[in-house]
């Protein structure tokens, strides 16, 4: 068998080359059947032989014409290719201004979501203080003595107006941050103290569940560069979570830990019912919840997770979360800490 490579020749990259002889009135149908079964003969051989090559060496056709039918044919393939090529950048270009035009729709629709819910929040602010005020005062008695059983009552209302006022100031915090308005305030911040501080904010709730809630920190912590209250506010809500998704029996640890000298890492551990590896990406998508059932089983707005995340990169961090479905997760992130003079390490 010939084992030579094959080389191209112009014909090859033509189809239908015997065809286009035949239309042309260069061969006959009959001159076009002989040099096939020629070829046949020639490849049943083991020989190369194509078409245009058989026409030849059978002195059914000239090498001439033959060269001049491929070029037409060539010339025609490239022109049909640049047509080709037209057709689909123009294609391209009306997909990608249609790809735009979606980009800028889904970009407005964010931004009057988030205005929405600005608008909407601030709104509620101002009845919630009416009500809260009034309940203050009834509370104290200053508007009329009340009874026991009224006094119980009002103290229940007045928690849920200190939880509504907090989910409202949620709110405005996430219309800020879905509009780039996220400001930080920096300063030198005890760790340690606000560690402590956070995990004295879910002690009483962690109770209730039958959930164990402590920190684990370094001795001789130093101190961070952060926003207090917004790291304060991140904390609290990643153990609230932590509690809120974890069974009696379980615990949450809140560990800092002094990573490097610029560097402490913090991170909050459960035992909670976890987070599948595919879906981890899903929990930071705002009002959204993994499973329908687990806004009316556990609470919430969906926009806590959203909110942290933005928050630690606001700091120029990131979060990270290792998650095990059915045996718990871990949020962390580190924070710049301050030299002792208070100037960054």
């Excluded at 026409?55 to 010339?75: A, F, H, N, R, Y």
């Excluded at 709104?123 to 005062?137: A, C, D, F, N």
């Excluded at 998704?245 to 830990?257: A, H, M, W």
């Excluded at 120029?316 to 718990?328: Q, R």
Aim: glycine share 6%; charged share 20%; net charge negative.
């Amino acid at each position: 068998m010939n084992t030579q490579p094959l080389r191209l020749s112009p014909e090859m990259l033509v189809s239908r080359l015997g065809d286009s002889l035949v239309q042309k009135g260069y061969i006959s149908e009959e001159d076009l059947h002989k040099a096939l079964a020629y070829q046949q003969e020639q490849v049943a051989q083991g020989k190369t032989c194509l078409l245009g090559q058989a026409l030849i060496e059978l002195k059914l056709l000239k090498q001439s014409t033959l060269d001049q039918v491929v070029t037409e044919q060539i010339i025609q393939l490239r022109n049909a290719l640049q047509a080709a090529n037209r057709s689909l950048e123009q294609r391209v270009q009306q997909r990608t201004a249609e790809l735009q035009e979606a980009l800028e729709r889904l970009s407005e629709l964010s931004q009057m979501k988030a205005n929405f819910v600005a608008n909407v929040s601030h709104e509620l602010r101002t009845p919630l203080t009416h009500v809260k005020g009034y309940i203050e005062l009834m509370v104290s008695e200053s508007l009329g003595p009340i009874t026991a059983e009224q006094k119980h009552a009002l103290q229940i209302s007045q928690q849920s107006t200190v939880r509504l006022e907090g989910l409202i100031d949620d709110l405005i915090m996430f219309s800020l941050a879905s509009r780039g308005e996220l400001s930080l305030k920096l300063e030198v911040v005890d760790i340690a103290r606000l560690a402590n501080l956070s995990i004295k904010s879910v002690e009483q709730k962690a109770k209730d569940r039958g959930v164990t809630v402590h920190a684990v920190l370094d001795k001789n912590l130093p101190l961070v560069q952060a926003d207090s209250q917004k790291i304060a506010w991140a904390l609290g809500q990643l153990l609230d979570n932590a509690v809120k998704f974890t069974s009696s029996g379980g615990r949450v640890v809140l560990n800092v830990q002094r990573e490097t000298a610029n560097l402490v890492i913090i991170s909050v551990t459960d035992t909670g019912i976890g987070i599948p590896p595919h879906r981890i990406e899903e929990i930071f998508e705002p009002f959204h919840q993994l499973d329908s059932s687990s806004t009316r089983k556990y609470g919430g707005t969906g926009i806590g997770l959203s909110l942290v995340r933005q928050i630690v990169e606001a700091h120029g961090s990131m979060l990270e979360v290792v998650s095990v479905d059915g045996k718990g997760s871990t949020f962390k992130f580190p924070l710049l800490t301050i030299a002792e003079e208070g100037k960054e390490l």
